[in-house]
């Protein structure tokens, strides 16, 4: 079975802490993806790897940034939250090549107090 | 750019009742169209998908058609059970500079009562 784990379901976190939301995939995709869901907007991508080392700004980067030093492991982070991000994170891994789907982890719902 | 609108929830419906979500999209050239569902407590994973024009996506009773004409991809159930209920989200897949991207519509919550 194809396995798209992120490492928290629920996270609380303080203002202006320094947030790492971790992301493991099993299938050697090459793409993954970081997307933030929130309710009357559906799901907005924050960022992409096509590879190792390799990132693309999704349409929402901004108080973001991500790392992917191996194939398998991608990282949100968020540098100073804030409470306006407050939101449910989706991580998803595809192959590069279409049409193809996207796996989903389960979500982290990170609350920013 | 690349967008997807999807009717608006919730969807509130008795069991074994007809369900059609209506899904329309805006992108150039041909797209890749999808439906992902979300149950509670879960990420999304993929219903169905379309890759061409006229071509029909079907998995567990449920089916959608690509059309091109009306740059449409509704889904549709003809009976829906309580287990169905689920948010579900069209998306739509395009080649970009070299690579993959979807981009979601806002996602219809479907409830259904017994």
């Known amino acids: 079975d194809v396995k798209v784990t992120q490492s928290s379901r629920y996270l609380v976190k303080r203002t202006g802490e320094k947030v790492f939301l971790e992301c493991v995939q099993d299938?050697?995709?090459?793409?993954m993806f970081w997307y933030r869901q929130d309710p009357g907007l559906g799901l907005r991508l924050i960022y992409f790897?096509?590879?190792?080392?390799?990132?693309e700004k999704g349409d929402i980067p901004e108080g973001y940034s991500v790392s992917r030093e191996k194939k398998e492991r991608f990282s949100l982070i968020l540098e100073s939250a804030s409470t306006n991000q407050t939101s449910m994170y989706l991580c998803?891994?595809?192959?590069?090549?279409?049409?193809?789907?996207?796996?989903f982890g389960q979500g982290t719902r990170l609350t920013v107090v | 750019g690349n967008s997807v609108t999807q009717m608006e929830g919730p969807v509130t419906l008795s069991e074994e009742a007809f369900l059609t979500i209506n899904c329309t999209y805006t992108?150039?050239?041909?797209?890749?169209l999808f439906w992902y569902v979300q149950y509670p407590g879960e990420g999304l994973q993929l219903l169905l998908k379309?890759?061409?024009?006229?071509d029909k996506g079907s998995n567990k009773g449920f089916e959608a058609t690509y059309r091109k004409e009306t740059t449409s991809f509704h889904l549709e159930k003809g009976s829906v059970q309580v287990s169905d209920s689920a948010v579900y989200f069209c998306?739509?897949?395009?080649?970009?500079?070299?690579?993959?991207?979807?981009?979601f519509g806002t996602g219809t919550r479907l409830l259904v009562s017994p």
């Open positions: 379309a890759t061409k024009a006229d």
């Open positions: 992108a150039t050239g041909y797209p890749s």
């Open positions: 790897s096509y590879d190792v080392k390799m990132k």
């Open positions: 998306a739509l897949s395009k080649l970009n500079t070299g690579f993959q991207k979807l981009v």
């Open positions: 299938m050697d995709h090459e793409n």
């Open positions: 998803a891994s595809s192959y590069p090549q279409g049409p193809t789907e996207a796996f």
